[in-house]
T-cell receptor, first 115, second 114 residues
Framework: AQKVTQAQTEISVVEKEDVTLDCVYE???????LFWYKQPPSGELVFLIR??????QNEISGRYSWNFQKSTSSFNFTITASQVVDSAVYFC????????????FGDGTTLTVKP | DVKVTQSSRYLVKRTGEKVFLECVQD?????MFWYRQDPGLGLRLIYF???????EKGDIPEGYSVSREKKERFSLILESASTNQTSMYLC?????????????FGEGSRLTVL
């Protein structure tokens, strides 16, 4: 069975602080995919990144970066110099790869960035 | 841009009523999904469809059914709504060709069953 754990239920930071959202996963599959989604107050989840199990290279996109470590089964997400617009619920998800829609989602981390 | 549109943002229904939640996508995606989102439980898959008239149960199908008569439209049906079905319902779609493709979500339908 697959499992995704986002241990941080809520995080609150002040604007310009760096913040890391943790994601730990469990799977017996050797091929799998990891995702991060952002759900702003408007409600619509937005895809941020996809990573496959064979690519442990970290990725940076602007103020966002992701650290994938198979050794610790973690796929953490860091926002550098956070902004108020980063306030949202962030979900980590794990897919076997045959159908991304059958992903197992974590419970989400609510990030609040205060001005 | 892909657009996934859910017909109602907010609904209030009474116990025992039949409820229809409609979802339409405009990018010719083969896959469509219905999830419910509850605090502390993340997103849970109710049903999905990979083609017209095709459907498969997700993790929590009990109390729900679905209909996909046209490729762009995927409906979630609560035959007899109950208070424990009060939730946020999210529709999503994806391309089947890109089997690991990301999901595109609608804005959600918040259902309250009294």
């Amino acid at each position: 069975a697959q499992k995704v754990t986002q241990a941080q239920t809520e995080i609150s930071v002040v604007e310009k602080e760096d913040v890391t959202l943790d994601c730990v996963y469990e799977t017996r599959d050797t091929t799998y995919y990891l995702f991060w989604y952002k759900q702003p107050p408007s409600g619509e989840l937005v895809f941020l990144i996809r990573r496959n199990s064979f690519d442990e290279q970290n990725e940076i996109s602007g103020r966002y970066s992701w650290n994938f470590q198979k050794s610790t089964s973690s796929f953490n997400f860091t926002i550098t110099a956070s902004q108020v617009v980063d306030s949202a619920v962030y979900f980590c998800a794990l897919s076997k790869g045959t159908n991304a829609g059958k992903s197992t989602f974590g419970d989400g981390t609510t990030l609040t960035v205060k001005p | 841009d892909v657009k996934v549109t859910q017909s109602s943002r907010y609904l209030v229904k009474r116990t025992g009523e039949k409820v229809f939640l409609e979802c339409v996508q405009d990018m010719d995606h083969e896959n469509m999904f219905w999830y419910r989102q509850d605090p502390g439980l993340g997103l849970r898959l109710i049903y999905f469809s990979y083609d017209v008239k095709m459907k498969e149960k997700g993790d929590i199908p009990e109390g729900y059914s679905v209909s996909r008569e046209k490729k762009e439209r995927f409906s979630l049906i609560l035959e007899s709504a109950s208070t424990n079905q009060t939730s946020m319902y999210l529709c999503a779609s994806s391309l089947i060709a890109e089997i690991t493709g990301e999901l595109f979500f609608g804005e959600g339908s918040r259902l309250t069953v009294l």
